[in-house]
């Protein structure tokens, strides 16, 4: 395959995958809003701190399984050995089964301490309550998902991505129509607590993950058919027994686990310990505003930064079957093209993106979620763009490491970045309150960005010069497409009391500044450079990367 042909692969299959993530992704921005509306705000901060354990109580039920599937199908496929594949994908979803099991016993199980911790101990005993018993939902998803995960990891390891991302739109809508429609039946019409808009929409993401289960299990029927019949015509044996596959499962999950874990470290540590320091340096009075800054920071404006989150999940699912070939290949010169190609890319839509959230903030959190507490939301927004930019590329590094098989390396970084969040996040609270949780995640995603580039270039040779040199064109095309826009909104007057006139300003601003970005990338030879093509009007870039 030629360099371009190579490029354009790769970067087919992780744009599939972000796309499907990104529909999702913007699907759950369209119910966030609603949903506070619905369950009042000060409740949205038991949402952030219940997905927070559920992110990291995923990983341990899945333990990178899903991952191990998707790169040892990949690799067994590309050998011509179906009947290995069969195998992987039985023995890894038998393991998944039972890990998730036994988290889901164990959440059952601490669900009332966890609260208890999570919240403080001057936290009301209702809202402990409340709290606890939205633990005990989360179990039936905390054992659903992640069958889905090991059943779409086995699709991934097969580059059907198309079913992937499918399967995530799918499971979004179904989750965001609970949300919205059961909810808003249970508490407006049927007058039940605004809680229970909480309750639902935990409860949602097991009604979700069971449809795209079905989903996914119904589409994907004709390749299951098909490497089935490859697998009975095979002459040869598999390469490898059943024990030999766990083993290679287990090597590859059980680090993955651990990375994953310590990946979700910032958010699980602002979790834990904010609500209760803040209390413990400030005293009781601060709880309720500190735990509306929590709800705003871990829940409005986590549900912002997803939008920008896309690209690390997109990348770091899609790249995985392509550098897992490249590595058993033993081809340095094209891991090193791939991962500048994933680099281009992503800061080529990312950093724009960034731009536009400095400098817009009060829109886009006025848009988003109305003028309540709004000067506080755009502020804390404003600021956290250092850890949502931070946050993005780092994931997209973590992934990389692992379908690199640097494990160790890995875990080392992520245990020194762990130490630095955990050593900064007390000092940093205590001097700026919730803006010391956004200060130490800065540290802890950048040392994490830092580490792995060291350890990639000590291992493989990586050079990035040409992506750094394109990373400072791509912010200044940034620099060149915002201010102007910004300049023409400050003459523009908002009042912040119409969402529909602001809709329509920053929609009016979105074109503008579109136009500006693609005619100042085009001059600085970033999409030529980026995606390999000469003729750069917009037809053609589209039909370059039509699937």
């Not at 079905?214 to 490898?240: C, M, W």
């Not at 602002?270 to 709880?287: E, H």
Request: with cysteine; aromatic share 12%.
């Amino acid at each position: 395959m030629n360099k371009e042909k190579m490029k354009q692969s790769l970067l087919i299959g992780a744009l599939t995958s972000s796309f499907g993530i990104f529909v999702s992704k913007l699907l759950g921005l369209l119910y966030y809003s609603p949903l506070s509306a619905i369950a009042g705000e000060s409740n949205m901060a038991f949402y952030s701190i219940v997905y927070t354990y559920y992110d990291l109580l995923l990983q341990i039920s899945q333990a990178g399984i899903p991952f191990a599937i998707a790169s040892l199908v990949a690799k067994y496929y590309a050998k011509n050995d179906y009947k290995t594949v069969l195998l992987v994908k039985k023995l890894g979803s038998s393991i998944v089964l039972g890990l998730a099991v036994v988290t889901g016993i164990i959440l059952l199980l601490i669900a009332e301490p966890l609260a208890r911790q999570s919240l403080g101990m001057t936290a009301p005993i209702h809202d402990i309550h409340n709290l606890t018993t939205m633990f005990y939902i989360l179990t039936i998803a905390v054992i659903l998902v992640p069958m889905l995960s090991a059943l779409r990891g086995y699709i991934q390891g097969l580059k059907r991505l198309d079913l992937y991302a499918s399967s995530q739109v799918l499971e979004q809508f179904v989750r965001v129509f609970t949300i919205i429609i059961v909810g808003y039946i249970f508490v407006r019409l049927l007058h039940f607590k605004n809680i229970w808009a909480i309750f639902i929409a935990i409860a949602a993401a097991s009604i979700g993950a069971f449809a795209a289960y079905i989903f996914t299990k119904y589409f994907g029927k004709a390749d299951e058919k098909h490497i089935v019949e490859l697998a009975n015509d095979q002459s040869d044996e598999p390469r490898a027994n059943q024990k030999e596959i766990i083993r290679e499962i287990l090597t590859l999950g059980v680090p993955y686990v651990i990375i994953s874990f310590l990946g979700t470290a910032g958010p699980l540590v602002n979790t834990t310990f904010f609500l209760d320091y803040m209390t413990k340096v400030n005293g009781p009075g601060v709880y309720e505003s500190a735990k509306l800054a929590s709800g705003i920071l871990q829940a409005n404006i986590a549900k912002i930064s997803n939008i920008p989150s896309v690209l690390a999940i997109g990348f770091g699912s899609g790249m995985v079957p392509y550098l897992s070939e490249s590595l058993e290949s033993k081809d340095r010169y094209k891991i090193t093209v791939q991962i500048n190609q994933i680099l281009d890319t992503v800061t080529f839509i990312l950093v724009p993106m960034i731009a536009v959230f400095v400098f817009f903030a009060k829109d886009i959190y006025y848009i988003m979620y109305g003028n309540r507490n709004l000067e506080l939301g755009a502020r804390l927004f404003m600021v956290s763009n250092i850890q949502i930019f931070l946050g993005t590329i780092a994931p997209i590094f973590s992934s990389i490491m692992m379908s690199l098989k640097l494990r160790k390396e890995a875990i080392i970084t992520l245990v020194i970045s762990f130490i630095i969040k955990f050593v900064t996040f007390f000092p940093m609270v205590k001097s700026f309150g919730a803006y010391g949780m956004i200060y130490s995640s800065g540290f802890y995603y950048l040392s994490q960005i830092l580490l792995y580039f060291y350890a990639l270039k000590v291992n493989f040779g990586i050079n990035i010069k040409g992506a750094s040199r394109r990373f400072i064109r791509i912010c200044l095309a940034s620099l060149v497409m915002v201010i102007p826009a910004f300049v023409l909104h400050s003459i523009i007057p908002v009042s912040y009391t119409s969402k529909i006139a602001d809709v329509l300003i920053m929609g009016a601003l979105g074109v503008i500044m579109l136009g500006i970005y693609y005619l100042a990338s085009v001059k600085l030879s970033l999409p030529q450079k980026i995606f390999g093509i000469e003729d750069v009007s917009i037809r053609k870039i589209i039909e370059r990367f039509r699937l």
